[in-house]
């Protein structure tokens, strides 16, 4: 029998973590969609795109050859045979992709692209060989796989996920890192509020607040709601 959990949830909010742990626990798949986004951005400029041409970038994404790693121990993504999981966490790509994630036309191309994944992964002969998949973003619970076994909202006060962000961007959470990661933080999030609704919790969504958790007391809440 295969699981499909989805779990969405803001910039800081641990979600990443804390889904890649969940997976590892439960033996299933791990897709971070996110990832997906900033890939498409990442090849949008590599390839020299104007992210405001809708049109080129849709198209550009249409072609893309993306292939992502589900192995939540090592997850990995690559673009057109290139290795991009490290390129696609800096600062550059982070700035530019609520530009691309607010596309339409993109967002229905990968849209399909992770529903594919999410239906093979339940599937023998797949990476979890049917297991199932924790599959996580921003839509995941609404849009991608509103009809998922658990369905998850992690949130955390603006506070503990800017800190949080600061420690990973700057590795400390003294106030001039904070202050630094803020506008990037609060900023992304309005950008992408337009397009993806992730901050409240829609119908039959369980949310989870780690504002007072720390990451092991996050993963057991989340296992504790996986298995109830
Ligand atoms: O860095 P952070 O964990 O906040 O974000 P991410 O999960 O890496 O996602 C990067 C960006 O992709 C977000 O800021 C959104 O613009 C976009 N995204 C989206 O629109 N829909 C998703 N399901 C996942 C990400």
Redesign the pocket.
Known sequence: MSIVVAIDGP??SGK?SVSRRVAQRLGLAYL????M??AATWWAVHEGVDLADTGAVAALVRDMVLVMVVDPRGPQVWVGGIDVTAAIRETSV?TA??AV?TNLDVRAELARRQRAEIAFQCEPGSWADGRGIVAE????TTVIAPDADVRLLLTASEEARLARRAREVHGSDDAAAVEATRDQVVR?DAD?SA??QFLTAADGVVTVDSSALDLDQTVDAVLGVVER
Do not use: K
């Open positions: 910039s800081g990443s971070d969609t996110g990832a986004y900033r982070s992709v609520s994630a973003g921003r839509d995941i992304r992408d397009v993806a």
